[in-house]
């Protein structure tokens, strides 16, 4: 079984909450989300292995460590996993993006599937999905089964906020894909949304309600 790892950071907890707040603007919003993003990568890339070269520096010679060439890749989920790409960006300036448009259905709370553009060698990258919202669970075990079927292999998924339903379909659909997030919540309620939650991401982030 896949882990779940919470970014127990004591910012990362501060701004989430800012996050929540009904009265935060959607410039704040914005603003915040990106922050978090950030804080949430420096703790994904924890892992990431290095290698030892050399280096001058102004007084010696000196073995010191890189990143181990790895090549890295951003699966946004549109729309509001957008919000978080910059933030995450920051940190791993190199990575190729890649976009999966999924909306999900208000009746049906399925996944429907309109937009999919990757960078041609994604299966050769390590990959984080980055999405604000785990709700059902729905959009992102399709987002993992999407890059699947292109035979992507080395997945994360990175999301602030998860409902404990949505995390257990997920980890049944992809017990090979780890789940970083900032909160675990309670609850879905009765339309899929999450317990307490932050809202509709999509909404708040681009000020469409
Ligand atoms: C939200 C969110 C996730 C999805 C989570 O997107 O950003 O993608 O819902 O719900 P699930 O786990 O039940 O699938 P939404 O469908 O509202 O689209 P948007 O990002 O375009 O607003
Ligand atoms: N999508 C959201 O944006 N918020 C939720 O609470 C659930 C799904």
């Given amino acids: 079984m896949s882990k779940v790892i919470i970014c127990d950071h004591p910012l990362i907890q501060h701004k989430l909450t800012l996050i929540r707040d009904k009265r935060t603007t959607t410039k704040e919003f914005r603003e915040l989300v990106d922050e978090v993003a950030t804080l ?5 890339t924890r892992e990431l292995r290095l290698q030892t070269i050399t280096v001058e520096t102004p007084v010696a010679k000196t073995e010191t460590k890189v ?17 978080m790409v ?9 990575a190729k993006i890649g976009h999966v448009g999924l909306f999900r259905d208000p009746e049906t709370l399925q996944p429907v599937e309109y937009y ?58 992809h017990p090979d894909v780890d789940i970083y997030l900032a909160a675990l919540d309670e609850r879905l309620d009765d339309h899929g949304y999450i317990v307490p939650g ?7 982030l681009f000020g469409t309600k």
């Fill in 116 to 173: 999919t553009k990757l960078p041609t060698d994604v299966h050769e990258r390590e990959l984080i999905i980055i999405d604000p919202m785990l709700a059902t669970g729905g959009s992102a075990i399709a987002a993992v089964d999407a890059l699947k079927k292109r035979n992507c292999t080395q997945m994360k998924l990175m999301c602030l906020i998860a409902a404990p339903e949505g995390v257990k379909l997920f980890q049944e659909a």
């Fill in 40 to 44: 949430m990568a420096y703790e994904i």
């Fill in 67 to 83: 990143i181990a060439g790895r090549m890295l890749g951003l699966i946004p989920i549109l729309r509001a996993g957008l919000g």
């Fill in 86 to 94: 910059d933030g995450v960006v920051k940190l791993i300036p190199g």
């Fill in 198 to 204: 932050l809202g509709d991401a999509g909404d708040r």
